[in-house]
């Protein structure tokens, strides 16, 4: 059956914000004296804010955290990162992600998008990439997180389209097994690629075009 609409996920493939995720989680950790590195931050790749900081309090080894206490961390966390997402321009989107997005759509395919981030409008609006995308599925209207393929249900939903019409763009191994969950097709660029799992393996982002033809 021929693909109808793509659902993108945004950090890694549409812009880069792993450093300030990083910056954010290493103040945090840092203030609670936890051992915290980019090992463990690559972990954190498209999972929700709640199950990062569990992960990263693996290596805490006070008297455990009540929930109260593990919100408000998390909520100080996603501050501290908001004011590091103010310094992002529309120059931190490549012409080759914007002339890519257009074709697609000129070529008749629905757009999404597909982020377990409660900060993904702010983000697209930060780079002036807000109409690239016909419908948002992201954090606020979501319960569970990636590798539960909850995120691009939703967006192929609010796409009007079938599951198994939709193809999804991921960076992480938990998005592209979200995808296979959710009976999309998957492409998968970057660190994905090699998971071996998706159906498409990109080179550039603008592979894409050989698949969406």
């Not at 998390?74 to 257009?102: H, I």
Request: with cysteine; proline share 2%; hydrophobic share 40%.
């Amino acid at each position: 059956m021929a693909l109808k609409a793509v659902i993108f996920d945004l950090d890694g493939v549409i812009v880069f914000t792993d450093k300030f995720h990083y910056q954010a989680w290493k103040k945090m950790a840092d203030r609670l004296d936890i051992y915290f590195d980019e090992t463990i931050n690559n972990r954190l790749r498209g999972v929700s804010r709640m199950d990062s900081l569990d992960i990263i309090l693996e290596r805490y080894d006070k008297e455990p955290l009540s929930l109260a206490k593990k919100e408000e961390l998390a909520s100080q966390k996603n501050d501290e990162y908001r004011e590091l997402l103010k310094t992002m321009t529309p120059d931190d989107v490549s012409d080759e992600v914007r002339e890519t997005l257009a074709e697609i759509r000129k070529r008749g395919y629905k757009i999404a998008l597909g982020s377990s981030s409660r900060n993904a409008k702010f983000i697209l609006e930060r780079v002036a990439l807000t109409d690239a995308f016909d419908e948002i599925s992201d954090g606020t209207n979501i319960s569970k997180s990636k590798p539960d393929p909850e995120v691009f249900l939703k967006g192929a939903e609010f796409l009007g389209e079938k599951p198994e019409d939709c193809l999804v763009v991921e960076d992480a191994e938990a998005g592209i097994d979200a995808g296979i969950a959710g009976g999309m097709k998957t492409a998968a660029i970057g660190e994905a690629v090699g998971c071996g799992k998706a159906d498409y393996a990109l080179d550039t982002f603008q592979d894409l075009l050989k698949i969406l033809v």
